[in-house]
């Protein structure tokens, strides 16, 4: 029997305004995240977050409400449960008026990051659905705008039917789900700024002291090579330039070092400073290079001390962080990944 749209798409706008009620009524108030480092200031860094309206990549009028509703809903979805700041509607919107955005620009990852950069967001939720004779394909992502990454992403396709709004509610629901992604700093984040600057990927994830320590212990081994190659090129040319004392006996006139046995033990004193000083060059390279690639894989693999305090119920997509009895973190996540166990020691 032939679905009559327009009595269809009433009752699923019915039906998403039911929801929304009861999900706001689900999560009930309690902590917001924190981060372990942040408790001696004054308040938690509160992460901002822009919901941009879905687009709508068929044009089709029939499911226009889905522009908006998606980001909503995820809105919803999370309020309650995270604590950040919503960018409102009407700041995002007029930054993509004064930039001349067209309806395909707001599923554009290039411009949403220069718009998130320039309003200053932490995140972005966005993206995309279009429609069939039978079926509405639906794509969502989650836009890091500090490690310009898309760190989650979810498509669905949904058949036109009395279950569409169930399985549109999906899309929201992982997406909501992967929103606490934005609030823990990225592996790969962390592993490309200690690759520039030494220490910068423990301190981005909260793990200061070690970041204190590596960026001194990598600063000082890159330091003292620099000074001992400098020190290998001086007594080289010291070697090189090196002219004993000549002397010319008469009358034969020939020409002759004064003191060989004193020049050939200078000679041999200025070569085996060089090759002292290329003994320190190499190995202070070697260990200054090996703490720098063992401390890139300790950004990558090692959590900091930052926690996770929701407000609804733990589950089993949840992000987990205890302390261990050494003072550590351990770290165990079923939604970053497909399994990860990561372990973490933080001071």
């Not at 989650?152 to 009395?162: I, Y």
């Not at 212990?217 to 090579?225: P, S």
């Not at 890139?296 to 962080?321: N, P, Q, R, V």
Request: net charge neutral; no cysteine; glycine share 6%.
């Amino acid at each position: 029997m032939p679905i009559n749209k327009k009595r269809f798409f009433l009752s699923v706008l019915l039906s998403a305004q039911t929801l929304a009620a009861q999900t706001t009524q689900t999560f009930k108030s309690d902590k917001p995240i924190i981060f372990e480092s942040d408790k001696t200031t004054v308040a938690p860094v509160i992460k901002k977050l822009i919901f941009i309206d879905f687009y709508n990549e068929s044009n089709d009028a029939n499911v226009k409400w889905l522009t908006d509703s998606i980001g909503e809903s995820i809105f919803e979805l999370t309020k309650n449960k995270y604590k950040y700041t919503r960018i409102e509607n009407k700041v995002w919107r007029d930054y993509a008026a004064a930039k001349g955005f067209k309806p395909q620009d707001f599923y554009d990852v290039e411009k949403l990051q220069a718009m998130g950069f320039a309003l200053k967001a932490d995140g972005i939720i966005f993206g995309k659905f279009s429609t069939t004779t039978e079926n509405i394909e639906i794509t969502g992502k989650i836009l890091s705008v500090v490690d310009r990454e898309i760190i989650a992403e979810k498509n669905v396709t949904v058949p036109f039917s009395s279950q569409m709004f169930e399985d549109v509610q999906e899309v929201s629901e992982t997406l909501g789900s992967r929103i606490k992604d934005l609030f823990y700093p990225s592996d790969r984040g962390a592993l490309w700024r200690s690759a520039v600057l030494p220490g910068w990927g423990q301190y981005y994830k909260q793990r200061k002291t070690w970041g204190y320590i590596y960026g001194g212990v990598i600063g000082t081994g890159a330091a003292f090579t620099l000074f001992s190659f400098i020190m290998l090129l001086s007594s080289k040319k010291a070697y090189t330039d090196y002219k004993p004392e000549h002397v010319v006996t008469e009358p034969q006139g020939e020409f002759g070092i004064k003191d060989p046995a004193a020049a050939q033990a200078q000679f041999t004193k200025l070569q085996n400073t060089a090759d002292q000083w290329y003994q320190i060059v190499t190995i202070s390279g070697l260990v200054t290079l090996g703490i720098y690639a063992w401390h890139l894989f300790d950004a990558w693999f090692f959590e900091g001390s930052y926690i996770e305090l929701t407000k609804a119920k733990a589950t089993a997509m949840d992000f987990h962080s205890r302390p261990n009895g050494f003072g550590g973190i351990v770290r165990i996540s079923s939604d970053r990944e497909l399994l990860s166990v990561k372990v973490g020691i933080a001071f």
